[in-house]
């Protein structure tokens, strides 16, 4: 699968926010056990999948991030007794937000990787990245907050239209 | 940090096969912040860890970004060298590029593309590191051990036997648990009381052991080193100051026919009593629901003929605090009761075994006090329905055990070996006697354990039968079991004069309580859960508690000892040092932007948010806010998640160093 995508012409970024005790430790595993996936994925360490805000999910896609991997323990693994099962609820609403303001779920994945599955991290992790790849770079965020910074001004009708119903 | 020094690891070739490091470092060197980078062979080594010691002096450096092997492997290593040139060990972050890259990339080019950018992560997070200082918390050397069996007493006498205060709580008159009730131990034969015994006396005049017997945990606050525990002591009707344990009101007392819950009720004894005549302490109890005085107001025998006037009625139940520093929880297990349950217990009796209503079918417990010198029957294995010797005495291995159809699909561990020592004990005590064994497999793992099993059949010749019973019923004076051997595959039929069965072992009844109490997490059985199976078996993952013995699992004696004197040294461990140091990484609260929701408070695990008055000089109430109590805190940082007006931080993994990192992606 390595060889495979030399060829390609987009190279999608992914950003992975994985918690410290699970997922951090079965990518260490795929790293000992020499696995081959590829490199297009960043990690972000943290403690637990709990700390994660997902504002830092619509961050990374401002910034450069193509697809965004979230993963944790299993469920009733956590190392926090139960952190990865708020971040299980809070992620369960915040994909319908995504989906609401039109981002693609296809590029955003929740995961299960415990310390012992660096082949399901390998597994993942390359399944998001060809996924990824097919759909081509995320632009949306990116261009609204290029418009953002560099046009000095945000014009949209809808803006417009509440200006004027101000003045 | 400003002047961040960046040293990339070759890690022999491991790195440098595949990644080209000096191009790592010579991008490292124009991040922002970077005042230095280089690139050695070894980092970890003696060498490695001098130029990294010398480069930080030399530069000045105030954060330094390793970028080697994962965090988990030296993390620890360059921290402590960081620190020895008096930087902050937290300024110190490793990237890593061997794990997560060299090793999983074979490309030269992507991989060094992707080493770049994984060291302009870190570099970017380490600009943003503040410096933390370890947190340390004062312990409080003093023990509480909650349960008073064998493994109880050897933790607390462990404990104490380093110079520790214990408390030890039973919630029986007396200690001494199952095992007192036994009657010879496998795979010696040792006599159980003569080897228990010395122990609960030793712990009785134990100078740093206090026993609070007949007393229950009420309630548990505080955390590691720092617990407040409040233990209720049932009034047990006599002042135990004055008691001289003489024994008059017990041979006094006119109301003998209860039934002793000690010899499983086929025994009588008094309504003022010790449970068995080695008690410790050796000053009885009333049972208020049985006597006469508390039932009707008329007697007060005891009261009359007691010498040193220990009696007292009026006695209420005492609640004492205890300041505790470390918890060893040893509650124990109960036996599997083949009748009926009630309606919302998963497990629901065994019909075919009649419900427990023929007499002769007792449980491995009653054939021990049956056996027992000290039991009802003075040793002599006699009956309960009429008193006679059996001749023909079937056991059944694996009655609610390893039956998931009953609701318990784990192996009971014990069975296997005290069904082989009762068919011994029996052959010794009946000469002519034929013990038949009921089994589906013999589990006989252990020192001499095989050897003693094989004894029971080749020397002591029981007869064992691989095959499960079907049915048990009463037929005159016999009782017939209907089962299979499936080793020929024939239908056994044997009249049997004496049924014993082996139940399945299970977590003490209450054992969920006293969990919820000390906010340990249990399993779907109630068996108090280990942090890790392998590598933290006596541990919970609350930290500051510890297991031992039979509630956190089936266990025999020898097992039980070795983890309750395992659970004792992680006390002594803990009380090694005055102060406990503990990683920074806690949630601090911003308390000028909390708008006291507490949803944090909701979210923690650990119970660590705490709600705090704010007061002015005058005492008025201006507000309340949380506050996060960093002994308790575990650091998962769901808290600062949840937190809506982002006023509650975790150290070390704050929004600006991950917002900074994301930034660089």
């Given at each position: 699968m390595h060889a495979a995508h030399k060829n390609h012409d987009f190279e999608p970024k992914i950003a992975a926010f994985v918690c410290t005790w699970c997922t951090y430790a079965g990518a260490d595993l795929a790293g000992t056990s020499r696995m081959q996936y590829p490199p297009n994925v960043r990690v972000l360490k943290f403690p637990?999948?709990?700390?994660?805000?997902p504002v830092f999910i619509l961050r990374a896609f401002q910034k450069g991030a193509d697809g965004v991997l979230v993963s944790g323990c299993h469920p009733g693994d956590c190392h926090y007794m139960a952190g990865n099962f708020h971040a299980r609820r809070r992620f369960a609403a915040f994909r319908q937000l995504l989906d609401f303001v039109g981002v693609d779920l296809n590029r955003l994945q929740f995961s299960w990787v415990s310390a012992a599955e660096g082949g399901k991290w390998v597994e993942v992790v390359t399944g998001l990245t060809e996924r990824v790849r097919s759909m081509g770079p995320m632009r949306e965020f990116k261009e609204l907050e290029l418009e953002e910074q560099w046009s000095g001004k945000v014009d949209t009708p809808e803006l417009q239209e509440a200006y004027e119903a101000i003045s | 940090m400003s002047r961040i020094g960046v040293f990339v690891c070759h890690c022999g070739e491991n790195i440098s096969r595949t990644v080209d490091v000096e191009r790592v470092a010579q991008a490292a060197a124009r991040l922002p912040g970077v005042a230095y980078a280089t690139d050695y062979k070894?980092?970890?080594?003696d060498p490695g860890q001098s130029l990294l010691k010398k480069a930080i002096a030399e530069h000045n450096l105030d954060g330094v970004v390793v970028a080697a092997c994962s965090p988990r492997m030296h993390e620890k290593t360059f921290r402590k060298a960081a620190e020895a040139t008096g930087l902050n060990p937290f300024v110190c972050e490793m990237a890593n590029i061997r794990e997560h890259c060299s090793w999983v990339h074979e490309d030269r080019e992507e991989a060094t593309a992707k080493a770049i950018d994984i060291v302009k992560l870190m570099a970017a997070r380490v600009r943003r590191n503040r410096r933390l200082a370890a947190i340390t918390v004062p312990v409080t050397k003093r023990a509480l051990v909650i349960g008073g069996g064998i493994a109880g007493i050897q933790a607390a006498l462990d404990i104490a036997d380093a110079g520790h205060e214990v408390v030890l709580v039973e919630r029986e008159p007396s200690i001494g648990g199952h095992m007192a009730q036994l009657s010879e131990t496998f795979p010696t034969l040792d006599c159980s009381q003569c080897i228990m015994t010395p122990k609960m006396v030793d712990v009785a005049n134990h100078p740093k052991i206090t026993l609070h017997t007949y007393s229950e945990i009420e309630e548990v606050g505080g955390y590691i080193g720092n617990f407040q525990v409040t233990v209720r002591k049932k009034a047990r009707s006599v002042d135990m100051a004055k008691c001289t344990g003489c024994g008059v009101c017990m041979a006094k007392?006119?109301?003998?026919k209860i039934p002793n819950a000690f010899d499983k009720d086929m025994g009588t004894r008094p309504a003022i009593y010790v449970p068995f005549p080695q008690a410790v302490p050796n000053t009885p109890v009333i049972d208020r629901e049985n006597c006469t005085y508390f039932k009707s107001g008329k007697c007060g025998v005891c009261a009359k003929v007691c010498g040193p006037c220990a009696v007292d009625y009026t006695q209420q139940d005492e609640l004492v605090t205890e300041q505790i520093g470390a918890i060893v929880v040893a509650t124990g297990f109960d036996l599997y009761s083949i009748e009926p349950k009630p309606a919302d217990s998963p497990i629901q009796g065994y019909g075919e075994f009649g419900y427990g209503t023929i007499p002769d079918v007792i449980d491995g417990m009653t054939f021990e006090r049956l056996a027992s010198a000290s039991g009802p029957t003075g040793g002599k294995i006699l009956r309960p329905s009429d008193g006679k010797e059996p001749k023909e005495v079937v056991f059944i291995q694996c009655v609610g055990s390893r039956a998931r159809e009953k609701g318990i699909s784990y192996c009971s561990k014990i069975c296997c070996m005290y069904t082989a020592k009762h068919t011994m004990l029996y052959k010794h005590k009946v000469h002519d006697g034929q013990a038949y064994v009921f089994f589906m497999d013999a589990r006989t793992p252990g020192k001499n354990y095989d050897e003693f099993w094989r004894r029971a059949i080749e020397e002591e010749e029981a007869v064992y039968i691989r095959g499960m019973v079907s049915r048990l019923y009463q037929k005159g004076d016999k009782v017939v079991v209907m089962g299979s051997d499936i080793s020929v595959g024939i239908q056994v039929e044997i009249e049997a004069d004496l049924v014993v069965l082996a139940t399945a072992v299970q977590a003490r009844k209450g054992a969920d309580t006293l969990a919820q109490k000390l906010g340990i997490s249990y399993d779907k059985y109630n068996f108090y859960s280990e942090a890790h199976a392998k590598l933290k078996p006596v541990e919970c993952a609350t930290a500051g508690i510890y297991l031992a013995g039979a509630c956190q699992g089936p266990k025999d004696i020898p097992d039980t000892v070795s983890q309750a004197s395992a659970a004792a040294a992680k006390v002594m461990t803990l009380f090694a040092k005055d102060q406990l140091e503990r990683e920074p990484i806690v949630a601090r609260v911003n308390e000028r932007f909390c708008a006291a929701c507490f949803a944090c408070k909701k979210v923690c695990p650990y119970g660590a948010v705490e709600e705090k008055e704010i007061r002015d000089r005058q005492g008025n109430l201006i507000r309340v806010v949380a506050s996060v109590n960093p002994g308790v805190c575990g650091g998962c940082g769901t808290c600062q998640a949840t937190c809506p007006s982002k006023s509650v931080e975790l150290d070390g993994y704050t929004d600006e160093q991950v917002m900074a990192m994301i930034e660089a992606l």
């Open positions: 637990c999948t709990g700390r994660i805000d | 070894y980092m970890c080594s007392c006119p109301q003998k």
